[in-house]
């Protein structure tokens, strides 16, 4: 739905827009929509592709077009395009910058980062509520990881009056979230802390849930998985041992999809609006 959301506003800012192979139909009139990626990028000069650009080896989303794929978006798009996604893998950027079309990873702009920790936050302490039968309020909480996400996490769970235990190695960081945390590690003694939790919210992406930490986890303590792919939990182990173990990509265009679609519209009219006027002037957007 962020991808709804994005093509409504983009069309409402004045900007020419296709829809192709949304999860849902838009209610503005000016929005053309195309059955096949090759249409859509007839007359494209920009193409809005979904955040994360890539999931399980195709772009991402729940469509049903045949040609909704990297090749096509690479044979199609017009020399001297631009794209804008999100955790675009470096590989596929490289294709399309060697064929001249200009690559923004919204995810790897500070601003957007920090707006969209807000809404993965809130989407956190939502499964947490919905799938364990009890309070967040007052209840242990570990947070993995204290950089931008982490630190927004933590102040939402001290809201909640949560005993909160964070986990950071940096010591900037670690210094940091001693100002809000109850208790700070930075690395050494994980295994000993984190069997007094009830709920672990991981933000590092790197394997640091491992089997030694995972032996020590409570039954009855939900693991909640905020990092990108691949994770930072062993999820062989932790299916051995019965946890409850979730993992949370993409929670701000699930949770805040439409809030999320006004933060990357923002920052494509940015760009574009940056961009010498005859680089490009109000034209497509798919």
Request: proline share 4%; glycine share 10%; with cysteine.
């Amino acid at each position: 739905m962020r991808q709804v959301f994005l093509a409504e506003i983009l069309s409402s800012k004045g900007y020419r827009v296709t829809a192709c192979g949304l999860c849902g139909r838009t209610d503005d009139h000016r929005i053309r929509r195309a059955d096949t990626l090759k249409e859509a990028l007839e007359d494209a000069d920009v193409v809005a592709a979904p955040v994360p650009f890539f999931s399980a080896g195709k772009i991402s989303g729940k469509y049903q077009i045949s040609d909704m794929d990297v090749e096509t978006l690479l044979r199609e798009m017009t020399e001297n395009g631009i794209l804008f996604g999100g955790n675009i893998p470096s590989d596929v950027g490289k294709r399309f910058r060697d064929r001249g079309v200009t690559v923004y990873d919204m995810m790897k702009d500070e601003y957007v980062a920090m707006q969209n920790t807000a809404a993965t936050a809130e989407g956190a302490i939502a499964e947490a509520i919905k799938r364990s039968p009890r309070n967040l309020s007052k209840s242990r909480c570990m947070v993995l990881g204290y950089g931008r996400c982490g630190s927004t996490l933590a102040l939402l769970l001290r809201g909640f009056s949560c005993h909160l235990t964070v986990v950071e190695r940096d010591a900037a960081r670690a210094a940091g979230a001693s100002v809000l945390a109850d208790r700070v590690l930075t690395g050494q003694g994980l295994a000993e802390e984190i069997g007094d939790a009830e709920f672990i919210f991981n933000t590092v992406p790197e394997k640091i849930l491992n089997r030694e930490e995972l032996l020590r986890v409570k039954k009855s303590a939900w693991i909640f998985d905020l990092a990108s792919s691949p994770g930072g939990a062993d999820y062989t182990a932790a299916s051995e041992l019965s946890l409850n173990v979730m993992p949370l990509p993409g929670l701000p265009g699930k949770y805040s999809p439409e809030t999320s679609a006004e933060i990357l519209a923002g920052f494509i009219g940015n760009r574009l609006g940056a961009l010498p006027a005859d680089r490009f002037c109000k034209g497509s957007v798919v």
